[in-house]
């Protein structure tokens, strides 16, 4: 999966949560997927657990933010500016 796919991902991730669209579950994670919502907490386990929990926080505001990180072994890539912001 490159950078492009995972971020897709996630795009579609944060509508489904956001739109109550519990059939995102069904299209992002396996069935027997362990989605973990803290380091804290016990994992939700499966499609209809990962369901519940997603109408347990209906309504709740929340923000996403992602950023792929090479995996080990991988060539690191050149740094690049773009997308960088100055603070402020």
């Known amino acids: 999966m490159d950078r492009a ?3 897709a991902w996630v795009a579609e ?3 489904g949560w956001r739109e109550d669209d519990l059939s995102a579950v069904e299209r992002l994670f396996t069935e027997t997927a362990c989605y973990r919502p803290s380091p804290y907490e016990a994992s939700k386990v499966g499609h209809d657990a990962i369901k519940a929990f997603w109408l347990d926080n209906a309504g709740q505001t929340f923000t996403v ?3 792929p990180r090479r995996r080990r072994g991988q060539p690191r890539s050149r740094p690049s500016r773009r997308g960088l912001r100055a603070a402020g």
């Open 65 to 67: 933010s992602a950023w």
């Open 5 to 7: 796919q995972v971020m």
């Open 13 to 15: 991730y944060e509508r």
